[in-house]
Each structure stands twice: as structure tokens, then as C-alpha cells.
């Protein structure tokens, strides 16, 4: 198992910036595929983006393609979401997770791949 702790989520300008940081503890995360998802009040909770095993691969939501960028540090067990030219639409509480089942350069984007999820953390961009 592993657990998964979302931090540098904030109140930011629109146009401004984020880095999301997620800390695993447990089992090596080099073995699961790790993604980002977010909620917004009243909505499902949607993929933003993913990273293969080995980080050979990404993925990204139409919606943050081209403003965000995915990466991960296997040795110090992170995964990072930057966030750049953020919009009001992008406020949701941002969720880390990891998926055990997937294979090498394979990216999930299904929610319901994600065994592992984080606490969460706000993500509030002002107009």
C-alpha cells in the first residue's frame, strides 16, 4: 500500500501559478502509475492529469494541455502537478492518486483505475 499526501495548493490571481507537491510514504511509487484529479463544488471529480511508472509517459485533460505539466522523483517518492496561466475554472480541491495495475509506459486516466488517493488539497484562483 502506499499513502499519499497533497500539499501547495493556495488562493492565487488568475494568470498566476501553482506547484502541487504529493508525498507517498510506503511502498516504492516507481511500481504505479500517478495521477492528479480534481472536484469542483458540485461536480464529479475529473482527471487532470497522469504519469507513467517511469515517467516516460503523460497524459493531460484537454482542459489544463498546454498550462501543466506532470513529473515525478521515484527516489524521493514526489509526484508534482505546475500549474501555469491559471484560470477561475481551475478552483477544485486537487487529489493525488496511484494506480498498481498498469504496466510500464501505460497512463490511466479513469478514475476508477486509482486505487490510492489523497487527503486533497484547495486550489482557489480569483478573477
Known amino acids: 500500500q502506499v499513502q499519499l499526501v497533497e500539499s501547495g495548493g493556495g488562493l492565487v490571481q488568475a494568470g498566476g501559478s501553482l506547484r502541487l507537491s504529493c508525498a507517498a510514504s510506503g511502498r516504492t511509487i516507481g511500481i504505479y502509475c500517478m495521477g492528479w484529479f480534481r472536484q469542483a463544488p458540485g461536480k464529479e471529480r475529473e482527471f487532470v492529469a497522469a504519469i507513467s511508472r517511469s515517467g516516460g509517459n503523460t497524459n493531460y485533460a484537454d482542459s489544463v494541455k498546454g498550462r501543466c505539466i506532470i513529473s515525478r522523483d521515484n527516489a524521493k517518492k514526489m509526484v508534482y502537478l505546475q500549474m501555469n496561466s491559471l484560470k477561475p475554472e481551475d478552483t477544485a480541491v486537487y487529489y493525488c492518486?496511484?494506480?498498481?495495475?498498469?504496466?510500464?509506459?501505460?497512463?490511466?486516466?479513469?478514475?476508477?483505475?486509482?486505487?490510492?488517493w489523497g487527503q486533497g488539497t484547495q486550489v482557489t484562483v480569483s478573477s
Open positions: 492518486a496511484a494506480d498498481p495495475r498498469v504496466p510500464g509506459l501505460v497512463v490511466s486516466t479513469a478514475r476508477d483505475r486509482y486505487d490510492y
